[in-house]
């Protein structure tokens, strides 16, 4: 057996005024230089110019950078070359949602900075996870870009049951994914013979079972509920860091959601397509996919193409193209040879197209 090395975040901090201790966090990780905290313009106001002051208020010298919703990629690689001549940065924060922590990544990866993630939605399992998702400079997304973890994290849930439903929802659609994940995982290990860790295996069906039992007290936004997302997202990315891969987190639906940011003309969010890409994935895989769905519903999260915002047409050239997306990535889509005629027949029978 060869030698399995693991890096995980040092400090995770999650529960209400969490980001209040953040200059705490970076004294006890002997961060003394500059930081450089990247935010966005929705929730500079939120998080970003109040992470600013802590860091002011405690003599610590950092710079706020508010990247442009649309194509921040341009503004990393700007910031990437001031980097170059200013040795005293010590460390990168990604104040915001998962686009926000993915720039904090790449940034990070580009100069060898760590990175510490302040999540303000709980969208997606990024929060935690050494993996980004990029859109290049010619607007398609490259997914699984390996970075490293985040050297903390820290989650303020008096931030994050104050974004919009919407986010939290996807996130639940986003942990919901690791029961096809998994059973995409088992199969590589058995057809190809795939690394395959059932501890993080275990830890990413976990969190999904977490998500089943609390599915109603987390529509009601019950605080605790809340908490329980955020933590089950970070334990996905802890998962992604013990398998030194997306592969606890990410399988064929996963596949399916990355096809329709590619051939969907309005892509719905990562978890929302995930969610749905699950309930067809599980139907592939014989099991049981109603409860993935009505899960999902209960919840709140979308479960059909109408309720994602996108054309029927769309998702079923997603089903057919997602295996294409990742070659390497042995799935459940590998045993199925899947045509229009079947492809609609799946996302019909589902439900997720009236068909
Ligand atoms: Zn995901």
């Given at each position: 057996m060869s030698v399995h090395k693991i890096a995980l975040p040092q400090k995770i901090l999650v529960g209400p005024g969490a980001i209040d201790h953040i200059n705490n966090v970076c004294t006890d990780l002997k961060i003394h230089g500059k930081i450089i905290i990247l935010t966005g313009p929705h929730v500079k106001g939120v998080a970003g110019e109040y992470v600013y002051k802590i860091l002011s208020n405690s003599n610590m010298e950092s710079e706020l950078y508010v990247l442009n919703a649309k194509n921040p990629i341009y503004e990393i690689e700007n910031i990437s070359e001031k980097l170059k001549t200013s040795s005293n940065v010590d460390c990168i924060f990604g104040v915001g949602g998962g686009k926000i922590i993915d720039m904090a990544k790449l940034l990070s990866l580009k100069n060898g900075i760590p990175y510490i993630s302040i999540p303000t939605a709980a969208s997606h399992d990024g929060i935690a996870s050494p993996m980004?998702?990029?859109?290049?400079?010619?607007?398609?997304?490259?997914?699984?870009?390996?970075?490293?973890?985040?050297?903390?994290?820290?989650?303020?849930?008096?931030?994050?049951?104050?974004?919009?439903y919407k986010l939290l929802a996807s996130g639940c659609g986003d942990i919901i994914a690791k029961f096809t994940a998994i059973r995409d995982w088992r199969l590589a290990k058995k057809r190809i013979n795939e690394y395959y860790g059932e501890y993080?295996?275990?830890?990413?069906?976990?969190?999904?079972?977490?998500?089943?039992?609390?599915?109603?007290?987390?529509?009601?936004?019950?605080?605790?509920?809340?908490?329980?997302?955020?933590?089950?997202?970070?334990?996905?990315?802890?998962?992604?860091?013990?398998?030194?891969?997306?592969?606890?987190?990410?399988?064929?639906?996963?596949?399916?959601?990355?096809?329709?940011?590619?051939?969907?003309?309005?892509?719905?969010?990562?978890?929302?397509?995930?969610?749905?890409?699950?309930?067809?994935?599980?139907?592939?895989?014989?099991?049981?996919?109603?409860?993935?769905?009505?899960?999902?519903?209960?919840?709140?999260?979308?479960?059909?193409?109408?309720?994602?915002?996108?054309?029927?047409?769309?998702?079923?050239?997603?089903?057919?193209?997602?295996?294409?997306?990742?070659?390497?990535?042995?799935t459940i889509l590998h045993e199925k040879s899947l045509g229009w005629k079947e492809a609609e027949n799946v996302a019909s029978i589902t439900g997720v197209i009236k068909g």
């Open positions: 980004a998702s990029i859109k290049l400079f010619n607007g398609k997304y490259k997914p699984s870009i390996m970075a490293s973890p985040p050297l903390a994290v820290v989650a303020d849930s008096n931030i994050i049951i104050k974004a919009p993080a295996a275990s830890l990413a069906l976990m969190s999904a079972n977490l998500i089943v039992k609390h599915a109603k007290n987390i529509r009601e936004l019950k605080e605790e509920s809340v908490r329980t997302v955020v933590e089950a997202l970070i334990s996905c990315g802890v998962a992604m860091c013990i398998a030194g891969s997306s592969r606890p987190c990410s399988g064929s639906e996963h596949l399916f959601s990355h096809a329709l940011d590619i051939i969907a003309k309005k892509p719905a969010l990562h978890g929302e397509q995930c969610g749905v890409g699950t309930i067809i994935m599980m139907y592939l895989h014989g099991g049981n996919w109603q409860r993935i769905k009505q899960t999902l519903s209960i919840i709140g999260a979308p479960t059909t193409a109408k309720e994602l915002g996108i054309e029927e047409n769309e998702v079923i050239e997603a089903i057919i193209k997602a295996k294409e997306i990742r070659k390497d990535r042995y």
